[in-house]
Structure formats: structure tokens, C-alpha cells
């Protein structure tokens, strides 16, 4: 745990080098990469970063993929994320109406809490399912052209 929170203080920068040059498989990023989304998207401020660390200890995903997904979604997308989530907990529940992104506050979510809720893990879990299909193919694909460099370099 002490290891994952020293990474933190190094920066995006250099966590996507490292996501980019481990030796690790496709499928582990793209899991790391979409875990850290899901939970960077999740409207629990302070317990979700809390979510990322027991995921990444108990799933044994990429952490520097993780943290590089968490940090993406986290604190400039937020009132997208939290409008989005809203608007579609109240088109499922069939209640109340938000027409911009200035409408969103704090009081309109208390009184939809539930609707909010719903329309928050739908659209963390559809943004994070569709970010492991993107990684995981283009982490396939770059994996696939190094293999073929390195055997065109052996002959």
C-alpha cells in the first residue's frame, strides 16, 4: 500500500511511460485503465480513491494503469459526469428534467439521489466497459507490430 501511494507523487506523465513500457499483457491494462475509470467516475468523492486502492490490491490489476484511468476522469469532468449521470437516473425513473450542465447542483441531486446513484454507476460502468474494449484492442494491436519488429529483426 505504502508503494502505491509513492507512485502517486510521480505524475501522469510519467505513469503512462511506465504503463506503456511494462511487461505486461494487454488485458492487465486495459483492466487497470478501466477499473480507474469506473472509479474515477463514480460520484463518491474521497471513497472512491479508497475503491481504487483495494481494487488494485485485492484484483492485482496494473496500478500505474489505474491510477493513469483515475486521474483522467477525475476532477475536470466532473460536472459532465455528474450531469450525464443524472440525466439518465431520470429518464430510467421517468422523473424531473435537467436541461444543461448549469443546472446541475447539489440540491437537484440530494432530491434524485437514487435516480442520480443509478445514472451514475450506469454511465461509469458503460464509459469504463467501453475504455477496456478500446485499450485492450489497441494494446493487442502495439503488442502484435513490437512482435513483429523483433522477428523481422532476428533473421
Known amino acids: 500500500m505504502r508503494k502505491i501511494l ?18 505486461i499483457g494487454p488485458k492487465e491494462i486495459a483492466l487497470g485503465l478501466s477499473v480507474g475509470i469506473f472509479t474515477g467516475m463514480l460520484a463518491l ?3 472512491n480513491i479508497l475503491l481504487l486502492l483495494l481494487a488494485i490490491a485485492i484484483l492485482r490489476i496494473n496500478k ?14 466532473s460536472p459532465f459526469i455528474y450531469y450525464t449521470s443524472l ?7 421517468g ?13 437537484l441531486i440530494k432530491q434524485y439521489g437514487i435516480a442520480f446513484i443509478t445514472g451514475n454507476l450506469i ?5 469504463a ?15 502484435m507490430i513490437k512482435k513483429k519488429r523483433e522477428s523481422r529483426m532476428v533473421r
Do not use: C
Request: no cysteine; charged share 15%; glycine share 6%.
Open 6 to 23: 509513492l507512485d502517486l507523487k510521480k505524475g501522469p506523465k510519467h505513469w503512462y511511460h511506465e504503463v506503456i513500457q511494462a511487461k
Open 45 to 47: 468523492p474521497m471513497i
Open 64 to 77: 500505474l494503469a489505474a491510477i493513469l484511468g483515475y486521474v483522467l476522469f477525475l476532477w475536470p469532468t
Open 87 to 93: 440525466r439518465i437516473g431520470l429518464w430510467i425513473f
Open 95 to 107: 422523473n424531473g428534467k435537467i436541461e444543461s450542465v448549469s443546472d446541475v447542483s447539489i440540491e
Open 123 to 127: 454511465f461509469s460502468g458503460s464509459i
Open 129 to 143: 466497459t467501453l475504455a477496456f474494449l478500446a485499450t485492450y484492442s489497441i494494446t493487442k494491436t502495439i503488442e
